[in-house]
Each structure stands twice: as structure tokens, then as C-alpha cells.
């Protein structure tokens, strides 16, 4: 993964008791930006608004704690139940501040696995899916990584309420097959396994193949068929691998794990059935522990 680079404003000029006293014209601005709905709103949008220098305008609300700097030219309006010490007592939702970062996007891999219950870790990194490439980023304390995808890959989307705002989110199963595609971005086929493992009761695995099928990427199926079986679960849903044809060679279990090629240790480095590098260790009886 790329090293991050944060792009948020200086916040030590952030100082003093209580916020500043608002202008005619920072009033007007953040009066129709709450009328219009708009909590995080860009330097563009005060341009279209209100007449003046924008970049002062949005200096001298941030000053005052009106506003809180999410990234350069993009900004969260601090509530006023939040109290006179605005930005510096505000927080926004990770998943908020992501559905400004890239349109069309919706959050998922890793993050929307921990969303849905299927993964009791808690990633640092908030994943966001996107078919635009874009660079990673850290706002606050927070990091952005943006997962380019193809468009037709762009599906099984929900809209899911997070602090009051719609944000677009992967369904399970999506979020499952997603991880299959790029265990990469999920924690490790590990953690991939483990939520087939302690999730499998929850999933539709008819929508799963249905998904996978539609994801254009027979890799899911291989990896997905090694994890059932290791884990005990391929008699339960054999209908997953019914008419699919795996792809020819051998893909990586883990993308993220490096494989060195052992000839004393071939037969047990590969799986001839699935058609998968087994660099990595499915053990359900460690996940227990």
C-alpha cells in the first residue's frame, strides 16, 4: 500500500476559549448551507454563494471554529449543540467524510466488513471504492485509501444512515466478494475466512454467486472454494462452484503475502484443486482463541 500523504490545513490557529463572532456575510453563508442541507460543503460552493474572496471567507470561519478543515478547499460545519468550543470539540463520522472524496464511490473491503459485523477489527484505514484513480490521503486522524474499480464492478450498493447522512455502503455480500477479489484490502484472506467462518449463517451465498459471477474474476471462486473447504463448509453450500469453471493457473491465495517458490515443498505449497498459491494459513481452530 502507498505511503499517505495528508493534505489537512494547519489546525494550531485553532486557539482560544470560545468561537468568533460571525460577519454579515459568514452568516448568510452558513444560514444556506444549513437550509440547503449541507454540513460539508467545498471552497467552490462559497464562491457560488457569496460574493467576496472565498479563501478568506472560509480562513476566518475556521478561525472562529464555525468550520472544521477537512482537506484542503473542503470543510464540516460545526453544530452549535457542539458548544462554544466548536471545531475543536466536533468530530465527523470517517464514512461522512468519505462520501465527499470521490464520486461516484461507496465504502467497502475491509471497512464495510467491520460495518456489517463480519469483522471485530477495527481497520485504521477507511476503504473507498471508486472507478476514478485517486491518491490516499489522511484528514485528521483519519486515512483514505481509494480502491479503483471497473465499472462493472460498481453494484449491490445500500444507502446506510451514518450520524443522520446517507452513506453508500456494500451489502455483505458484496462486501464478501469484494474482499475476495482483494483480500488486500480486507484484512488478509484470513480475516476473510474467519467472517465466512463465524458469518456464514447470515449470508446469501445464491447472491454471492450471483455476485461473483457478475464480478468477472473467477479467482473469487477459487479462493472462495479453498476457504469453504479448509473451514468445513463447502458440503453446505455446494451449489456455490455448480457449473463454474475455474480459470486456468494459479493465483495467489493472499495478494498481499509473498510466495518463494520451495520445489521440496511444491505439493504443499499449491492446490491443484482450486487453483490457488496456498501462501497463507487457514487454521478455523486458531480463530477460536
Known sequence: MKEYTSTLLDSNHLTGQARGTLTKRESYLLSWLAREDRNIFSIDEIRKITPG????????????????????GLYAIVPLDVGVEGAEAFIVHDFVTASHLAQPYYIGYW???????????????????????KMPIAILYSRFYFVKIASHKFFGLREKIVDGRGVLISDPEKTLVDCLDHPEHSGGIDEVGRAIYFSHSELDFGRIKEYTLKMKNRTIFKRLGYLLEK???????????????????YSKLDPSLPFIEDPLRRKGSFSKRWGVVVNAKIDPERWQY
Open 231 to 249: 473451514i468445513g463448509l463447502l458440503e453446505h453450500y455446494p451449489f456455490i462452484l455448480e457449473g463454474v469453471k475455474l480459470s486456468k493457473g
Open 53 to 72: 474572496d472565498a479563501a478568506k471567507i472560509s480562513h476566518s470561519l475556521v478561525r472562529k471554529r464555525w468550520v472544521l478543515p477537512l482537506k484542503k
Open 111 to 133: 471497512s464495510a466488513l467491520n460495518f456489517h459485523g463480519l469483522s471485530d477489527q477495527v481497520p485504521r484505514t477507511v476503504f473507498v471504492a471508486t472507478p476514478k484513480a
